[in-house]
């Protein structure tokens, strides 16, 4: 969506709020030994505190409140019986609407005992994110957003873009246009707009960067088993900095 008006800004920032506050708590309590569904469930009722409502299940009727993945799932990880160890990095994806509005952001939780490589994955993709968001600005083209990933990305040695996930439009519904590739494509040329809301997502790899989804319709895995990181947030671009509307 644009921002057309205070109404619209008023909604976006306030739903945005929300899932920023919401993944705040998730950060603070998931730990080992907790499932994946437990997490989730935590997720739904600070939710429905705040009178908002799961995203994902709402437009794609996902089975879950979040997307939860673990290490190897680079997306769309449903939450279940699977319990949290050790090392793991936790990934929480978070869409939530309330009046109309709607925001998307995701961070990634490192668990106790988390390798060094896996830590200097998280920090690589917290780093690509703000390289990501610093380079959205109006005026500038579409895939200054992808290049700026790239450049941070090639300063971290054997880390790699997972190319086949990219950011999109959102506001109205989870995933509208345009598409906001992870990668520099030439063709993405087109302008950026004052008050074109945005999620930018980059999700990058120990590995090479490619994936398949798993047989139950809905997790995306690398071919490799490499572990991913992501972070997201949404932003309303400017003609400065982008305003932050899920910090």
């Not at 959205?136 to 190319?163: C, F, M, S, T, W």
């Not at 992501?230 to 982008?242: S, Y």
Request: contains cysteine; glycine residues 10%.
């Amino acid at each position: 969506m644009t921002v057309k008006s205070q109404q619209d800004l008023i909604g976006l920032m306030r739903i945005g709020r929300v899932v920023g506050l919401t993944l705040q708590e998730l950060k603070a309590a998931v730990h080992p030994g907790m499932t994946t569904a437990e997490l989730d469930a935590l997720c739904e009722a600070i939710l429905a505190r705040s009178g908002a409502t799961p995203s994902p299940r709402k437009v794609y009727k996902f089975p879950g409140a979040a997307c939860i993945s673990l290490n190897d799932e680079a997306a769309h990880g449903i939450p279940g019986k699977r319990v949290i160890q050790d090392g793991d990095l936790v990934k929480i994806d978070l869409t939530a609407e309330l009046g109309g509005y709607m925001a998307d952001a995701c961070v990634t939780v490192p668990m106790p005992g988390v390798s060094a490589e896996k830590k200097r994955l998280v920090d690589c993709a917290e780093k690509a994110l703000k390289r990501a968001i610093g380079a959205a600005k109006a005026g500038q083209p579409l895939n200054a957003i992808g290049r700026a990933v790239e450049d941070e990305v090639r300063r971290h040695k054997g880390l790699n873009v997972v190319h086949q996930l990219n950011g999109h439009g959102v506001g109205r519904t989870i995933h509208e246009e345009p598409s906001v590739p992870n990668i520099y494509l030439k063709r993405f040329r087109q302008p950026l707009r004052n008050g074109m809301v945005l999620a930018v997502e980059p999700h990058i790899t120990l590995g090479a960067g490619d994936i398949f989804q798993a047989d139950d319709g809905w997790t995306l895995k690398t071919d490799d088993g490499a572990a991913v990181a992501n972070f997201e947030h949404t932003i309303v671009v400017t003609e400065g900095e982008a305003l932050l509307v899920t910090a």
